[in-house]
T-cell receptor, first 114, second 113 residues
Framework: DSGVTQTPKHLITATGQRVTLRCSPR?????VYWYQQSLDQGLQFLIQ???????AKGNILERFSAQQFPDLHSELNLSSLELGDSALYFC?????????????FGPGTRLTVT | AQSVSQHNHHVILSEAASLELGCNYS??????LFWYVQYPGQHLQLLLK??????LVKGIKGFEAEFIKSKFSFNLRKPSVQWSDTAEYFC???????????FGKGTKLSVKP
């Protein structure tokens, strides 16, 4: 158990719908990262938040957005879902933002878009 | 742009065989290097990391990796694998000062008992 929790574990939804994935970082970690793992693209960085502020953006689609709340949990919102959005979405947390500390990964949310 | 290449998609070994998984990265600046493991149905776990200093780093479960700067490589090794090492292994880098990880495509390791 990494200490990072993600809900839900599985999500099945239809094209065009909107979903919210939730992540709670390890106690004391200020930085939250979101990654997408798919068969064709592998593991790709989406976005990073540090202490409530957006810190870095990766290959995140405009249909996707995220935020980090004052209690440091984060949500990833995916809208106008397409079949190609089906993937495993991981959240990771670390103590700081600069990458010099280990990132701890959550168990992931498996999203299936039908 | 940074990129990470893992040369082997799927490696099949017998127990007690030695393991070496290749990883090369592309980036002009200073990087931190990582190997993560994903056991079936589980989350990613850190095996080892290199930030600076001794280029030979030792991690958990008997794994080690060597950073060769001139070759932009960070290969993972284990002298004798066990059936329980069956998993997918990911090499990752981040640029110094940036947190986001760039991952390789992963290498699936199957160890036959």
């Amino acid at each position: 158990d990494s200490g990072v929790t993600q809900t839900p574990k599985h999500l099945i939804t239809a094209t065009g719908q909107r979903v919210t994935l939730r992540c709670s970082p390890r106690s004391g970690d200020l930085s939250v990262y979101w990654y997408q793992q798919s068969l064709d693209q592998g593991l790709q960085f989406l976005i990073q938040y540090y202490n409530g502020e957006e810190r870095a953006k990766g290959n995140i689609l405009e249909r996707f957005s995220a935020q980090q709340f004052p209690d440091l949990h984060s949500e990833l919102n995916l809208s106008s879902l397409e079949l190609g959005d089906s993937a495993l979405y991981f959240c990771a947390s670390s103590v700081e933002a600069g990458g010099s500390y280990e990132q701890y990964f959550g168990p992931g949310t498996r999203l299936t878009v039908t | 742009a940074q990129s990470v290449s893992q040369h082997n998609h799927h490696v099949i070994l017998s127990e007690a065989a030695s393991l070496e998984l290749g990883c090369n990265y592309s980036y002009g600046g200073t990087v931190n290097l990582f190997w993560y493991v994903q056991y079936p149905g589980q989350h990613l776990q850190l095996l080892l990391k290199y930030f600076s200093g001794d280029p030979l780093v030792k991690g958990i479960k008997g794994f080690e990796a060597e950073f060769i700067k001139s070759k932009f490589s960070f290969n993972l090794r284990k002298p004798s694998v066990q059936w329980s090492d069956t998993a997918e292994y990911f090499c990752a880098v981040n640029a110094r000062g940036q947190g986001n990880l760039i991952f390789g495509k992963g290498t699936k390791l199957s160890v036959k008992p």
